[in-house]
């Protein structure tokens, strides 16, 4: 019986992890490594906390983070000027950069976009 309320607690405590999607979240290789695992669509938005068109992106995807359409993508922030390896990692070259994954895989990247029907599509990719 403890066995089950257990596993029951640390599957809902996974889930929370996993379910990110409510509020962009700092980047974390773990993060993203275990909501690509889980199959979890993902945009990395990469901003830097002095640049304007970040400034501009960032109110569009928290209000589309929380729509019923995309309430299972994961969005993970990641700071231009201090992650570097992740940049690296990314092949990102400037801030303002939007990257969409669907199962582990790039399906989208928009750079300096701040219209909201853009951005949007780029959402859209991570869908079924």
Avoid: N
């Avoid at 409510?22 to 640049?51: E, M, N, R, Y």
């Amino acid at each position: 019986m403890q066995v089950s309320r257990f596993l029951a607690a640390a599957g809902l405590a996974l889930a929370s992890q996993l379910s990110l999607a409510a509020s962009p979240k700092a980047f974390t290789q773990a993060d993203f490594d275990a909501l690509t695992h889980a199959g979890k669509p993902i945009v990395v938005d990469v901003s830097a906390v002095w640049c304007p068109t970040c400034k501009a992106q960032k109110p569009i995807i928290e209000r589309l983070a929380v729509q019923p359409a995309y309430r299972d993508v994961a969005v993970l922030s990641v700071d231009f000027d201090a992650d570097k390896k992740v940049l690296k990692e990314f092949g990102v070259g400037s801030q303002s950069t939007l990257i969409a994954f669907k199962g582990g895989r790039e399906v989208a990247r928009s750079v300096g976009d701040t219209s909201p029907a853009g951005i949007e599509r780029l959402f859209q990719k991570t869908g079924p």
